[in-house]
């Protein structure tokens, strides 16, 4: 009797072991499909991030074309005056009317993000993209 009551008792814990594998499949089961779409995830944002690095690289290389007309002292900045230049000719070249000395100062101050009073390459590149 107690041999047997060993057993019923072994083989609940038998039924009780593949019932949590069941469930450690289903689990599993379930990751792998959650695995899968992070990983599509991941190969987009790669995709996306390749992709900007491509435009960052054109956006610097148009920098580097017009940088040099307009920056008269080679000081590698911009001031106020040779950004006002860039500015009218860049709004030109599109069409579009000189700005005011109020616009310009909006856009110079917009541009101007660490507040130096030049504008840097990195700053041109935010206006330019
Ligand atoms: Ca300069
Ligand atoms: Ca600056």
Not at 72 to 98: H, W
Not at 106 to 128: H, L, P, Q, T
């Amino acid at each position: 009797m107690e041999k047997k009551k060993f057993k019923e008792q072994d083989i609940h814990q038998l039924v009780t072991l593949q019932a949590e594998v069941r469930d450690k499949n289903t689990e599993i089961a379930y990751l792998e499909t959650q695995l899968k779409q992070h990983q599509q995830t991941i190969s987009k944002l790669k995709q996306n991030l390749a992709d900007a690095n491509e435009n960052n690289d054109e956006t610097y290389q148009t920098i580097d074309q017009i940088w040099g007309r307009y920056d008269k002292d080679n000081s590698g900045e911009l001031d106020k005056l040779e950004t006002l230049n860039f500015l009218n000719e860049f709004l030109a070249m599109r069409n579009k009317p000189s700005v005011t000395i109020e616009q310009f100062n909006i856009f110079f101050k917009k541009f101007d993000v660490n507040g130096d009073n030049m504008i840097e390459k990195s700053e041109m590149a935010r206006f330019v993209r």
